[in-house]
């Protein structure tokens, strides 16, 4: 399968984006999509999942009260918006996709080419 993200992009600290990422095929039973993102020096993270078999969502300590993830099944698409954005969430942002994967990237084998998101301070 293919994933494409878009939507990244420069903004102010406090300010708002949303992130898509549309897979090449539908998706079916226990698959997990994922948002990770990896900023320069560091080790990618997880950012937040959504178990697309009953909708259920995960996500980091970090982001939990200020992003949310969400799927729309008809357009085999699934967005991340991200308010109160804070410098520290620059990275690229990396849609994943793999069965039964939560927050451990080795739980995804499908991945994106990435989006850049940058927060100015």
């Known amino acids: 399968v293919q994933l494409v993200e878009s939507g990244g992009g420069l903004v102010q600290a406090g300010g708002s984006l949303r992130l898509s990422c549309v897979a090449s095929?539908?998706?079916?039973?226990?698959?997990?999509i994922g948002w990770f993102r990896q900023a320069p020096g560091k080790e990618r993270e997880f950012v937040a999942a959504v178990f697309w078999f009953g909708g259920n969502t995960i996500y980091a300590d970090s982001v939990a009260d200020r992003f949310t993830i969400s799927r729309d099944n008809a357009k085999n698409t699934v967005h991340l918006q991200m308010n109160s954005l804070k410098p520290e969430d620059t990275a690229v942002y990396y849609c994943?996709?793999?069965?039964?994967?939560?927050?451990?990237?080795?739980?995804?084998?499908?991945w994106g080419q990435g989006t850049q998101v940058t927060v100015s301070s």
């Open positions: 095929e539908r998706s079916f039973g226990p698959v997990t």
């Open positions: 994943a996709r793999g069965l039964r994967g939560r927050d451990d990237a080795s739980g995804y084998d499908s």
